[in-house]
């Protein structure tokens, strides 16, 4: 069976310092991969998907950036952090396909102080 | 673009109470419909789903009918428990090589002894 896992579950960074949350997919190939961003009280905010390694597309500008440097891995990223970035950071895969469902790992916290 | 519209809420019941969250949703094409559960400090779970017109998912007591003719896919349970304690999110999904999914803004339910 196919499971999700990303980590760290919970991080405290301070404004300006780097981030880096990973995510491991297993139990399927070439899977669409996705970054979503929920803040407290809000709802999701798609940041990045990617359809392979190496393919990335960002859905709104920010500082944040993805990679995909394995097939089943995915990065979210960040060189300075702003107090704007705090929220839950969901990671996410599908397979291509009608009717085909997006699974969520267990989600990040973020707080930047 | 697509679209899926579901009220904030909260929507507080008390125990054994009928449940219903209406989802609406536009879409150019022929989507499926999902609804998705996320318990607090956690990732999405998917709930139920349904891939074409007249279908109804259902899982956990829930259940919910893809009705093209009024656009919904409202959510419904007979018998609330307090842990069904939640927020609930409508998605769509249209078919094809990448699987973009909109979601709603979610709507909160709790339910009191």
């Known amino acids: 069976s196919q499971t999700i896992h990303q980590w760290p579950a919970t991080l405290v960074q301070p404004v300006g310092s780097p981030l880096s949350l990973e995510c491991t997919v297993e139990?399927?190939?070439?899977?669409?991969l996705y970054w979503y961003r929920q803040a407290a009280g809000r709802g999701l905010q798609l940041l990045f998907y990617?359809?392979?390694?190496?393919?990335i597309s960002s859905e709104v500008p920010q500082n944040l950036s993805a990679s995909r440097p394995q097939d089943r891995q995915f990065i979210l990223s960040s060189k300075k952090l702003l107090l704007s970035d705090s929220g839950f950071y969901l990671c996410?895969?599908?397979?291509?396909?009608?009717?085909?469902?997006?699974?969520f790992g267990e989600g990040s916290w973020l707080t930047v102080v | 673009g697509n679209s899926v519209t579901q009220m904030e809420g909260p929507v507080t019941l008390s125990e054994e109470a009928f449940l219903t969250i209406n989802c609406t949703y536009t879409a150019t094409g022929y989507p499926s419909l999902f609804w998705y559960v996320q318990y607090p400090g956690e990732g999405l779970q998917l709930l139920l789903k349904a891939t074409k017109a007249d279908d109804k998912g259902s899982n956990k007591g829930f259940e919910a009918t893809y009705r093209k003719e009024t656009t919904s896919f409202h959510l419904e349970k007979g018998s609330v428990q307090v842990s069904d304690s939640a927020v609930y999110f409508c998605a769509l999904s249209e078919p094809g090589g990448y699987q973009k999914v909109t979601f709603g803004i979610g709507t909160k339910l709790q339910v009191i002894p």
């Open positions: 996410a895969w599908s397979v291509s396909g009608a009717g085909n469902t997006i699974y």
């Open positions: 139990g399927t190939s070439n899977p669409n």
């Open positions: 990617s359809v392979g390694i190496g393919q």
